[in-house]
């Protein structure tokens, strides 16, 4: 059996966090915008005395911005960071992933990089975030901040 996951909106799209990543649900964290920044990085919010990035799909999922109203806490490789989400629905035990041949071709080409499964619930998809979401995100805001 796969790892039960948190699935969550982030505009129309269903996504499944990995229940052993998200350490905690943020409800209206304050962020503060840090400008010049890669549109990936929201901004930065003090959550009991520590300061994490805080970070948004919605450009690379070409959504239109919009203030964070609820987050995930995720426990990263590199240490803790906020992921923005619109909604959280349920956990979820996810059964059946399919092929990647099924779907890699429904998702550009670099949000397939943060998904290692996709599953069909009912009559959509779900796709399940990699357990290093956060770090690929911000090695992603370092590609587009360094030009490469």
Not at 17 to 29: N, Y
Not at 41 to 62: N, Y
Request: avoid cysteine; glycine fraction near 8%.
């Amino acid at each position: 059996m796969n790892e039960q996951l948190l699935a969550v909106r982030v505009g129309p799209y269903l996504f499944g966090a990995p229940v052993s990543s998200v350490t905690e649900i943020l409800a209206k964290p304050s962020v503060t915008r840090i400008p010049r920044t890669p549109s990936v990085i929201a901004g930065v919010a003090v959550v009991r005395g520590q300061p994490l990035a805080v970070l948004t799909l919605r450009p690379a999922l070409d959504l239109p911005p919009e203030d964070v109203t609820l987050a995930l806490r995720w426990g990263g490789h590199r240490g803790a960071a906020l992921v923005a989400v619109d909604q959280v629905e349920s956990l979820w035990n996810p059964q059946n992933p399919l092929p990647p041949e099924l779907w890699q071709g429904l998702v550009p080409t670099h949000v397939a990089g943060w998904i290692p499964r996709a599953y069909r619930t009912g009559n959509e998809w779900l796709w399940e975030w990699a357990e290093d979401l956060p770090d690929r995100l911000q090695d992603m805001a370092v590609a587009h901040a360094t030009g490469a």
